[in-house]
C-alpha cells in the first residue's frame, strides 16, 4: 500500500510562499541559482576546474569564483560531490585540499549509476541529515547510464528535487557532443528533459583552444531567472583560480560556427571570433582610431595600421557592424557575415 504523504508530499501555498520569502535566488549572483544549475560542455574544458574553484569560494572567506563571492557571505557552507567516473575524487582532492582551511569540511561520495527513486530519498535523507548544504554531481552521464533516456533522466532530476526542496542547491557536471564544432549556446547531448528540469545551464567552452585548457574560458549562462541570457569570459590561472576578463548580454548571433567551413584557416577563423567578442564586449563607445591602438595592446601580433584595415575593409569588417562616431560609436558582430582568410 502506498504512503500518500510519503510518496506526494503536500506543501501548502503559505508554506511555499514563506519559503521563497526566507531563500536566496542565487548562490553566486545570476550565475548559480539556488535550485538545480547544470554545467557542460566539451571534455576537458574545465568544468571540474570550475567546480573546484567554485566550492573553495564556498567554504574559503573572501575567495572569489569569477570575480564573485557567494550571496550569503555569513553561511557555513558544507558541500558535497557525488562522483561517478574512476579517479574523480582524487582529482578533486588535488585540486582543492591543498587550499582548504582545517576545519572546512567536503563530503565525497561515491555514487556510481544512480537510477531508482528509493535510493535518491535515502541518499538525500542522509546528506541533509549530515548537515550537507550544498550538492555537486559529477557527471550526469555517469549517475544516469544513459542521458538519452528521458524516464532515467526524470527520475535522477526528481531525485535532486529532494535535495532542493529542502534548501540544498545542487550543481549537475555534464557534457557536451565531441562532434563538429563547438556552438556557443548549444544543447547538451541526451534528452532535452535535463536542460527541462534545470533552472540555470551554462556552457562552458575554450575561446582558443590549445591543448587541453587552451585561451581562455567562455560561459554562456542561460536561466529562468535571467531576462537575457549572460557570456562571462574569464582566465585561467594556475590550478583552479580564474581571472575574470568580462560579462555581459548575449545572444545567438554566432550562426556562422553553425556552418561547415571549407578552405579556410582555422586558427585565423578561431582568432578572428576572439577579436570580434573582444571588441563587442568591450569597444563600445570606442571609433576606429582608439579602437586600432586598443587592440594593439590586447592583440599584440598586429600594427595598428593593419587593425585598422581590417576594421574598415579586412575580414572584422565583415563580421562586425559599426554604428555612429566617436563616443556614440556601437559594433554589433553580424549574424553570417563573411570571415576571410587573414587578418
Given at each position: ?50 567546480v573546484s574553484s567554485m566550492l573553495l569560494s564556498l567554504m574559503v572567506d573572501d575567495r572569489e569564483f569569477l570575480g564573485m563571492q557567494p550571496t550569503n557571505r555569513t553561511k557555513v557552507w558544507r558541500p558535497a560531490i557525488l562522483?561517478?567516473?574512476p579517479g574523480s575524487d582524487e582529482e578533486y582532492a588535488e585540486r582543492i585540499y591543498p587550499e582548504l582551511p582545517e576545519e572546512a569540511e567536503l563530503g565525497i561520495f561515491h555514487t556510481g549509476r544512480t537510477t531508482q527513486v ?77 536542460v527541462q528540469k534545470s533552472r540555470t545551464w551554462i556552457q562552458v567552452r575554450q575561446t582558443n583552444r590549445r591543448g587541453l585548457r587552451g585561451g581562455n574560458t567562455a560561459m554562456v549562462i542561460q536561466s529562468n531567472a535571467l ?117
Amino acid at each position: 500500500m502506498i504512503d500518500i504523504a510519503t510518496r506526494f508530499p503536500r506543501t501548502s501555498l503559505k508554506e511555499a510562499w514563506i519559503r521563497s520569502q526566507q531563500s536566496e535566488k542565487w548562490v553566486f549572483p545570476d550565475t548559480v541559482c539556488s535550485s538545480v544549475t547544470m554545467i557542460y560542455g566539451r571534455s576537458n574544458v574545465g568544468k571540474a576546474y570550475l567546480v573546484s574553484s567554485m566550492l573553495l569560494s564556498l567554504m574559503v572567506d573572501d575567495r572569489e569564483f569569477l570575480g564573485m563571492q557567494p550571496t550569503n557571505r555569513t553561511k557555513v557552507w558544507r558541500p558535497a560531490i557525488l562522483w561517478t567516473d574512476p579517479g574523480s575524487d582524487e582529482e578533486y582532492a588535488e585540486r582543492i585540499y591543498p587550499e582548504l582551511p582545517e576545519e572546512a569540511e567536503l563530503g565525497i561520495f561515491h555514487t556510481g549509476r544512480t537510477t531508482q527513486v528509493a535510493e535518491w530519498a535515502a541518499l538525500a535523507d542522509h546528506l541533509v541529515s549530515e548537515g550537507f548544504n550544498f550538492v555537486v554531481v559529477d557527471n550526469l552521464q555517469g549517475v544516469t547510464g544513459d542521458t538519452n533516456e528521458a524516464g532515467t533522466v526524470t527520475t535522477v532530476f526528481d531525485g535532486l528535487t529532494k535535495l532542493t526542496n529542502r534548501g540544498v542547491p545542487v550543481v549537475v557536471l555534464h557534457h557536451e557532443s565531441e562532434k563538429g564544432r563547438v556552438v556557443p549556446g548549444a544543447s547538451p547531448m541526451g534528452t532535452s528533459t535535463a536542460v527541462q528540469k534545470s533552472r540555470t545551464w551554462i556552457q562552458v567552452r575554450q575561446t582558443n583552444r590549445r591543448g587541453l585548457r587552451g585561451g581562455n574560458t567562455a560561459m554562456v549562462i542561460q536561466s529562468n531567472a535571467l531576462d537575457q541570457p549572460q557570456q562571462l569570459v574569464a582566465e585561467p590561472l594556475t590550478g583552479p583560480a580564474y581571472r575574470r576578463v568580462n560579462r555581459g548580454p548575449w545572444t545567438s548571433t554566432d550562426n556562422e560556427e553553425k556552418a561547415p567551413k571549407q578552405d579556410r584557416n582555422v586558427q585565423v577563423l578561431d582568432r578572428n571570433a576572439e577579436v570580434v567578442e573582444w571588441i563587442v564586449n568591450n569597444g563600445q563607445g570606442v571609433g576606429v582610431n582608439k579602437l586600432q591602438d586598443q587592440l594593439t595592446e590586447k592583440f599584440p601580433e598586429k600594427k595598428a595600421s593593419t587593425w585598422r584595415y581590417q576594421l574598415l575593409q579586412g575580414a572584422l569588417s565583415k563580421m562586425l557592424r559599426r554604428t555612429g562616431e566617436g563616443d556614440s560609436t556601437r559594433w554589433v558582430a553580424v549574424s553570417g557575415g563573411s570571415q576571410g582568410g587573414s587578418a
